[in-house]
């Protein structure tokens, strides 16, 4: 064991330009950090410089690291799909060959809106893809007065449903939502995951969203790297939405987070305790706030704000700890429509206690990060399971 502790931090959407098959997705041309960078008067990202990232993908005004302190490498996505679930279950082990169902189109079958109505009690509206925040103007009213229950979904393999705090209640939200998991556990119906929306307000203009959202995910079709560090006895820390992205198999402990900023602040507490293993960070903020919503100034902010914390967790990192930035899959905010994008994605490696840095050869693959971090904990990787370590490329 080189590393007593290794903080992954997913910065979720963040891609460095289209993969080669974007144009079987509708993204060719995609580049979520480059579009930021040319849209952004004085981006200000040092850390992330520093660490290798304007290595990896141009970015206006900004030169990369004459000598950058970590190492740097692009990743490509192996997996069919760009969604969540497929980047982060990739990035530990599982190879997707398979895409999850997605509804874009045509919205949920008629079969699967009926019994969902049946077993709730409550009519359905929407059964479209949609922006949350813009369906929520558009039904938030209906739903409120006449007891009724949003359902959309968006490029994702997602079934999202929509539920006011205050006249629904959280927990009538949650049992929906468990209802609409069983269903879509057939497989005509199978989406990734089904999401808990709760939100405020009685008007619309008013209607926001809250921190209270859930997600009912598939459990991995395999074991990956967190079962295998769990199975050794390694503390496995999530932060953010891993927990739901793994339905919270091989974990040790999970912590929710408000939003990113949050979860950044959660990370750099944690880095003040004492563990052996790997703490796993999803700051999902950059895909739903503003890729999503096309949002690039704040995009940039949040990639700003996210800066500023970063140099602080790494002034608490000691020689014993690696930190690993990836992101896993892309959302370019200046592309057409509300979907994620089809992208490469950037590894970034770094501890205090590096001699070496640099230039890392690009990977066929995000399993890169499962596979260097159960390296380091001398741990066997799980059967089927895909991805070659770096860790001994990282001196």
């Not at 959280?170 to 269903?183: M, Q, T, V």
Request: glycine share 10%; aromatic share 8%; hydrophobic share 35%.
């Amino acid at each position: 064991m080189r590393y007593k502790r290794i903080f992954t931090v997913v910065i979720d959407s963040l891609g460095i330009g289209a993969m080669p098959d974007a144009d079987e997705y509708g993204d060719a041309g995609a580049n979520t950090l480059g579009h930021i960078a040319e849209k952004r008067e004085n981006f200000q990202i040092p850390n992330l410089v520093r660490l290798g990232l304007a290595d990896l993908c141009t970015l206006r005004g900004i030169d990369p690291a004459k000598h950058p302190i970590g190492y740097h490498a692009c990743l490509y996505e192996r997996s069919r799909g760009k969604d969540t679930m497929t980047g982060h279950w990739e990035m530990m082990g599982l190879h997707v060959t398979t895409p999850f169902r997605t509804f874009t189109e045509t919205g949920f079958p008629r079969e699967l809106i009926r019994e969902l109505e049946e077993r709730t009690g409550r009519k359905v509206i929407g059964n479209k893809s949609a922006s949350g925040t813009e369906i929520l103007d558009e039904l938030g009213e209906e739903e409120i007065k006449n007891g009724s229950l949003i359902v959309y979904t968006s490029a994702d393999s997602v079934l999202q449903i929509c539920g006011n705090e205050e006249t629904m209640g959280l927990e009538n939200l949650y049992r929906y939502c468990e209802i609409a998991r069983s269903l879509t556990m057939r497989d005509e119906w199978k989406v990734g995951r089904v999401i808990a929306r709760p939100y405020t307000g009685r008007k619309k203009g008013e209607f926001k969203r809250t921190a209270n959202r859930h997600d009912y995910a598939l459990k991995p079709f395999g074991k990956t790297v967190l079962d295998a560090l769990k199975e050794q006895g390694l503390t496995v820390i999530s932060v953010g939405k891993i927990f739901d992205i793994f339905d919270g198999q091989g974990l040790t402990e999970s912590n929710k987070s408000q939003s990113s900023v949050h979860g950044m602040e959660q990370t750099i507490e944690i880095a003040a305790r004492d563990f052996t293993g790997l703490c796993f960070t999803n700051l999902v903020d950059f895909d739903a706030l503003w890729g999503h919503r096309r949002d690039v100034q704040g995009y940039a902010g949040e990639l700003e704000r996210f800066d500023v914390l970063l140099g602080k967790l790494m002034e608490r990192l000691t020689g014993d700890d690696l930190l690993i930035l990836t992101a896993d899959h892309g959302n370019d905010p200046t592309y057409t429509g509300t979907d994620h994008t089809r992208e490469k994605v950037p590894f970034l490696a770094w501890s205090p206690s590096m001699t070496g840095s640099g230039a890392l050869p690009e990977q066929d693959c995000f399993a890169v990060v499962g596979a260097t971090i159960a390296d380091n904990f001398d741990v066997k990787m799980p059967d089927g399971c895909i991805g070659t370590s770096l860790l001994g490329q990282i001196r």
